[in-house]
């Protein structure tokens, strides 16, 4: 995607001289984002989505909320009722959800400056987003691994000294 620098400039000057400007507005303009800016903003923004989806779907502080939406979805007759309540469950699934926010909040698209950026933006970010959640998951496992090997040693250490 080539930047038009003429609008670059013309749009510095407009907002050095105080003189309102439609592109810079809360929305991400593309024409003035190079590639490794929308990286950078693919990259924090999944972030994003990442933690909220881990937070609410994993994490103890939404723990009575996910028990019960777990509950629900195994016990309503209806199947969109029971769909609507395991999204709450599935990190996946919710990640989909917080995208679609995160995409109205900020306006975000990826590569393409029409509807298409939108959909590229709303398929790849909960992917990296799951990938980063995978990463956290496998990070706390092997930490919680090594809680219990030193927990095995200190009590073998301890039977040793009886």
């Known amino acids: 995607m080539k930047v038009n620098n003429n609008l670059y400039l013309e749009l510095e000057v407009k907002r050095v001289a105080g003189i309102p400007c439609h592109s810079f507005s809360f929305s991400l303009d593309l024409n003035l984002m190079v590639i490794g800016e929308q990286i950078y903003w693919f990259v ?3 972030m994003v989505v990442a933690c909220i989806a881990w937070t609410v779907t994993q994490e103890e ?7 019960y939406c777990s509950d629900k979805s195994k016990s309503c007759k209806n199947i969109l009722q029971r769909k609507f309540f395991y999204v709450f469950t599935c ?4 990640s989909h959800w917080v995208t679609i926010v995160i995409l109205f ?3 975000f698209k990826l590569l393409i400056d029409d509807w298409r950026g939108y959909i590229l933006a709303f398929f790849l970010l909960p992917w990296l987003a799951n990938q980063w959640m995978s990463l956290y998951r496998r990070l706390r496992v092997g ?3 090594e809680d219990a090997l030193a927990e095995e040693v200190k009590e073998n250490l301890e039977n040793r000294t009886e």
């Not at 502080?61 to 028990?67: D, P, S």
């Open 44 to 46: 924090i923004l999944s």
């Open 61 to 67: 502080i939404f723990g009575e909320w996910r028990r």
């Open 105 to 107: 909040m900020t306006g």
């Open 91 to 94: 990190e996946y699934c919710f």
């Open 143 to 145: 930490i919680k691994h």
